[in-house]
């Protein structure tokens, strides 16, 4: 079992940026392909980002590109989220998922999920 824990979420106006942390125990992710995906109200959770565990490929949602970087810190167990110039739409809770040997968009292929946290973008 691994479980989840997202931080660093927040209010901030347009153009701001956040750093959302996402701290993963029980087991070494180090064999886990990390992603975020967000839901906004009313909406279906979407793809944000994804990081494999053997190379650290990058994905990237179309939405998101060049504004948000993941990364990943198999020492600390925990995967980031830098967030720039963020957009009222970027509005959502993010949840990160947790993949054994494997990455990638699709959210039924993650096996763990954190409770996500809450990121709201005034204009």
């Known amino acids: 079992q691994v479980q989840l824990v997202e931080s660093g979420g927040g209010l901030v106006q347009a153009g701001d940026s956040l750093r959302l942390s996402c701290q993963a125990s029980?087991?070494?992710?180090?064999?886990?392909?990390m992603g975020w995906f967000r839901q906004a109200p009313g909406k279906e959770r979407e793809f944000v980002a994804a990081?494999?565990?053997?190379?650290?490929?990058?994905l990237y949602a179309d939405s998101v590109k060049g504004r948000i970087t993941i990364s990943r810190d198999n020492a600390k167990n925990t995967v980031y989220l830098q967030m720039r110039n963020l957009k009222p739409e970027d509005t959502a809770v993010y949840h990160c998922?947790?993949?054994?040997?494997?990455?990638?968009?699709?959210?039924?292929?993650?096996?763990?999920w954190g409770q996500g946290t809450q990121v709201t973008v005034s204009s």
């Open positions: 998922a947790a993949q054994h040997s494997g990455y990638g968009t699709g959210s039924i292929n993650y096996d763990y």
């Open positions: 029980g087991r070494t992710i180090s064999s886990y392909g």
């Open positions: 990081v494999s565990w053997m190379d650290e490929r990058t």
